[in-house]
């Protein structure tokens, strides 16, 4: 148990006092216990320098002169160099006082220098720590903006290569579907490869949205008319399906963007909540505006939040990754195309997720 400094002075009075009281109810004639108890009082004086420094010993120090100087008055005839041996001790009081109360007070100095240091180093510490995960998130990010414009390049080529003969395929299926009646096995096989046709050309126009620029003309954009747009596009496709749909954006303010980008990546994150969401479950989108920090531009945050099957904690990393998809059927691209818009425009996308329990998506833009 740690003692308080009422505690301690209380402590260190009782001793002092104690001692004193044992000086003078002695008798005079046992010299033996006089001599134990006058050294007795250095208990008192080096524990004050230990606990208060220099001002401490040199207090206790004075008050035990003070209380011990009558007694020896009291004593005084008997031996005049026993006497003078005593007065010297009142002296080495002081003086013992002084020099442990002067070391207790240096070695309490250095041990907050020590502390001081250490909180510094710690700082220090943090700070790089820090700036070595900054540098290792830069690092990553420099990678993927290397791996998606390798991906760029390559998808412009293929689509151009793709879209022409994909035109040609299904023009040719409506053609040859005509001659034949529904029911017939060659109309099922034609609606067959009409549909992976469509699905193939979905695939090319995701490839196109990666490989775009993302600088494109900037104007103010109002988000809440936008996600009010594309709730009533979606709202008969999560009716189907049995889905709610929750949208809280009256009070975000508009921000400077692509309309259409952005569009395109609220597209995104509300077609994954729908079919994430089981019958009965709940996709809500909420929009805030966050405090500043320091000199940074206000942001807005919109967190879409579905009441799905969650995801993974082994995929939650992978996620934004081009091609890593969960979803059967699913090309890996609608993640990928939406952090590369919403970090085009200054913002970042995180994502929270609990197996069992639902995800979120946080989607934060400068305003």
């Given amino acids: 148990m740690t003692l ?12 002092v006092v104690g001692i004193s009281l044992f000086h003078y109810l002695t008798p005079l004639h046992l010299p033996a216990l006089h001599d134990i108890f006058q050294r007795l009082y250095y208990l008192p004086i080096i524990l004050a320098a230990l606990w208060f420094g220099l001002r401490g010993g040199l207090a206790a120090s004075v008050i ?59 700082e220090s510490y943090r700070t790089l720590r820090g700036q070595a995960d900054l540098i290792i998130g830069i690092e990553e990010q420099l990678r993927r903006a290397e791996r998606l414009s390798a991906l760029g390049e390559l998808s412009a080529m293929l689509a151009h290569e793709i879209r022409n003969p994909l035109g040609s395929i299904r023009g040719t299926a409506e053609i040859l579907r005509d001659d034949f009646r529904p029911g017939h096995p060659k109309y099922e096989f034609l609606e067959i490869l009409l549909k992976e046709t469509d699905r193939l050309n979905r695939v090319v126009e995701d490839f196109l949205r990666l490989s775009r620029p993302i600088d494109g003309e900037r104007k103010t954009c109002d988000l809440a008319a936008e996600l009010r747009e594309l709730v009533t596009l979606l709202g008969s496709d999560a009716a189907a399906r049995g889905v709610r749909i929750s949208l809280e954006v009256d009070e975000i303010p508009p921000v400077t963007g692509d309309r259409e980008k952005l569009r395109q990546a609220f597209l995104n994150l509300l077609l994954n909540g729908i079919q994430a969401t089981g019958a009965g479950g709940t996709v ?16 807005v945050e919109l967190a879409f939040t579905d009441t799905g099957v969650g995801i993974p904690g082994e995929s939650l990393g992978k996620i934004f990754t081009p091609f890593f998809t ?3 059927g699913g090309t890996g691209l609608g993640l990928a195309i939406t952090q590369r818009i919403v970090e085009g425009h200054g913002g970042i996308v995180t994502v929270e997720s609990e197996p069992g329990q639902g995800t979120t998506f ?6």
């Fill in 326 to 328: 969960t979803k059967e």
């Fill in 284 to 299: 809500a989108v909420r929009g805030a505006v966050l405090p500043r920090r320091g000199d940074e531009p206000p942001f």
């Fill in 4 to 15: 308080t400094g009422p505690l301690r002075i209380l402590l260190l009075a009782v001793f």
């Fill in 64 to 122: 035990v002169s003070i209380l011990y100087a009558p007694h020896i008055l009291f004593q005084w005839g008997a031996s005049p160099s026993l006497e003078l041996e005593k007065f010297l001790e009142i002296l080495l009081y002081n003086v013992v006082g002084g020099v442990t109360g002067f070391l207790c007070q240096k070695e309490e100095e250095r041990r907050e220098e020590l502390e001081r240091t250490a909180r510094r180093l710690e």
């Fill in 362 to 367: 946080r989607v934060r833009l400068p305003v």
